[in-house]
T-cell receptor, first 114, second 114 residues
Framework: EAQVTQNPRYLITVTGKKLTVTCSQN?????MSWYRQDPGLGLRQIYYSMNVEVTDKGDVPEGYKVSRKEKRNFPLILESPSPNQTSLYFC?????????????FGQGTRLTVV | GENVEQHPSTLSVQEGDSAVIKCTYS??????FPWYKQELGKRPQLIID?????GEKKDQRIAVTLNKTAKHFSLHITETQPEDSAVYFC?????????????FGTGTSLTVIP
């Protein structure tokens, strides 16, 4: 089954403790991205990747890191999480980076930083 | 960067009536405009998209119109049904040799009253 899988689905952590949210897609998609969703603010793009080893900042990259060592995986890293990073996070992938096509979203990761 | 505004933030309609959601964007380079539906507790899913070389696109009860001159695009849902109740997001994106960012609106919570 074609899908985008995020882990974990729920995470509660403490300020400053490094964490990684994994994202994996099995559709051989070129383009992958991370979003955070906050009430009243919609979806905001954190980072995106056009292909392996190619990553770029989105609208709200501060406090986040990403890597794209393989085509299927695009982990989101919070080196020192802070309470303002409490949010619902979505990973998404699209077939092509050159022509915009449908983005398939993962199930979401609800992160709470205390 | 791009700025996408979406109105209204909430919308209630009677079953069978039409619903219209409007978005404006600021960057004339944007050339791809998808609409996503997000049911409660679920991931966003694409319902329709339109590219800048097209003025209107229809898919059964859903249609999207685009006015590039005025930089606005709208989602039209006819003969609404209770299962259309969800949050709807518009987005604007443009591919260029410097990157490919997506900008989402803040969402419209649609309630269809039986």
């Amino acid at each position: 089954e074609a899908q985008v899988t995020q882990n974990p689905r729920y995470l509660i952590t403490v300020t400053g403790k490094k964490l990684t949210v994994t994202c994996s897609q099995n559709m051989n998609h070129e383009y992958m991205s991370w979003y955070r969703q906050d009430p009243g603010l919609g979806l905001r793009q954190i980072y995106y990747s056009m292909n392996v080893e190619v990553t770029d900042k989105g609208d709200v990259p501060e406090g986040y890191k990403v890597s794209r060592k393989e085509k299927r995986n695009f982990p989101l890293i919070l080196e020192s999480p802070s309470p303002n990073q409490t949010s619902l996070y979505f990973c998404a992938s699209s077939l092509s980076a050159a022509v915009n096509t449908e983005a398939f979203f993962g199930q979401g990761t609800r992160l709470t930083v205390v | 960067g791009e700025n996408v505004e979406q109105h209204p933030s909430t919308l209630s309609v009677q079953e069978g009536d039409s619903a219209v959601i409007k978005c404006t964007y600021s960057d004339s380079a944007s050339n791809y405009f998808p609409w996503y539906k997000q049911e409660l507790g679920k991931r966003p899913q694409l319902i329709i998209d339109i590219r800048s070389n097209v003025g209107e696109k229809k898919d059964q009860r859903i249609a999207v119109t685009l006015n590039k001159t005025a930089k606005h695009f709208s989602l039209h849902i006819t003969e609404t049904q209770p299962e259309d109740s969800a949050v709807y997001f518009c987005a604007a994106a443009s591919f260029s040799n410097t990157g490919n960012q997506f900008y989402f609106g803040t969402g419209t919570s649609l309630t269809v009253i039986p």
